[in-house]
């Protein structure tokens, strides 16, 4: 860790020939091509999911989804201590499935230079939660980049490459969705063509036993320290002294926040967010009247501050929840009014499975037999929502099953008859297989439905181990689901078509009635995903019995008092003809 070699300003922008209007996520793709990184491994995730996707264009990455976090983060770990510079990338939640890795990669470093990137979701526009990944940076020892905007994504990123070589340590870049999900114009360059390191055996550096961890410790807590130091230095720390007046401190997407709503006002924008710059954070203060820490969700920096003895104030405005806003940040430092919110009798707009959705008719029945549903992650989440309603637990990927088998525990084997734990196939793929594995070793009667539609659905159709496609769309060989379940032991496996609502009904009658674990895969492509090439289906003599609303169908609706069935939307799944106890709605005629 030499200091004279850490990166300079002209180093961060490094050659640029072309300039291009990119999402921060495509952003962080291009600096990690130009930055030479060779192997690319994640699970998607939104807002990060992005990332992955664009960095498989480029034909000199070897680019490829892993079942979950955990595994991508060793595999891309693997890469670089073997020499290649490497990346893994996933959603904030994400990381608490990689934190077991990630901790001790802190300790053992890094050959080839290996990036963390993670994207938060303040706000949860598509999460289960807020958390803020800046204290796994603190947590595990491991700085963390925060860019502002797309270009700065691609700088970063190109900087962490950079750090994690010279420092000997993974990197975090940490982006939220107002990032990832902006489109800024950016500077681009040429790609660096990093020769792999050569691989050497080091059992003190990568082997983690107790005797060897204490001296890596030793080398986390100096490489920290100097990395503090150095931090007052890096160019990514800016100060601009305006109206000193008000100094504000801040970072991301919060900076561009602060900047419209306090025009004004001086600013200390950090790029690094840890280890923080506490010597350039003192003069910064010093040389303005009030010192104001803008930062989304938890108060860190506001604490670290307050705990060097400087005064400043941050969360009193905002709290800890939610995306700020120029508006938020206006009235809650300036006393301006919020704007006022839109009227407040507009229609709610859920978000509802498509028309033909494949897991559709599997909530109606769970709805209809009164079954409990242990929930999981993905689009079935939405049938939670009414008419459907059928979800009593969902708390993150793969818990359906490990919930269901506490509840049996908790009340009993009976209590098991009455229910189910639903996940996706690439769920189940990702955390549920030891859940699974539980289950059976310990003797549960739970039952479990795979919704195998063969896609990874929720976050945009990526490819998944049982899908039979890798990340490019080339084939690949594909786990079958069936075989797994019997491999872990579970000896009643069955597979329906979730279409077939008679078929599906008795499956669930039969399978919890069980005293033993039994899966159930309902087995039909996501409705995006095939085409069907069915007519709409039209209903004649409808006695507006309002059976059919309850598939929560985008493509039934009641117009006036008659419920009718939009051809523009409906794909001919059928399902609504098997609940219509009229026999009022049968398969449209094909158009001439
Ligand atoms: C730990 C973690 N990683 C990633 C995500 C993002 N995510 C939400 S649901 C989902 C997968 C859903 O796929 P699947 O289980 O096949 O169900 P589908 O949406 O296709 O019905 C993913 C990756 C998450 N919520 N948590």
Redesign the pocket.
Known sequence: MEKNKLITAEEMGAPQNDARLMLGNEAVAQGAWEAGVRVVSS????PSTEITEALARYPEVNVQWAP??KVATEVTFGAAMAGARAMTC??H??V??AADPIFTAAYTGVNGGLVLCCADDPAMHS??NEQDSRYYARAAHIPMLEPADSQECRDFTKLAFQLSEELDTPVFIRLTTRISHARSVVAVGERDEIDVKPYRKDPMKYVMMPGMARKRHVQVEKREAFLAEAANQMPVNVVKLRDTAMGVITSGASYQYVRDALPNASTLKLGMVYPLPMKLIASFASKVDQLIVMEELEGLIEKDIKAAGIACEGKKYTGLQGELSVERIRSAVLGTPMPEAGPEDLPARPPVLCPGCP?RGVFYELNRLGLRVMG??????LAALPPLSAMDACL??GASIGMAGGAERAQGKEFSRGTVAV??????L??GITSLVDAVYNREAITVLI?D?R?????GH?Q?PASGREIHGEAAPAVDLEQLCRACGVEHVRVVDPFELKALEQVLREETARDAVSVIIAKRP?ALLEKTTVPPYVIEGCKNCGACLKLSCPAIERREKQVVINPALCIGCGMCAQVCAFHAIREGRRPE
């Open positions: 699970y998607p995730g939104t979950n976090e996933m959603k939640v994400g608490n499935v999460s289960q897991h999981d992650i993905g689009c079935y989440t993150c990927m996940l996706g196939d690439s769920t189940f990702h955390s919704l539609n896609i990874t659905g929720m976050t990526q998944n996501c």
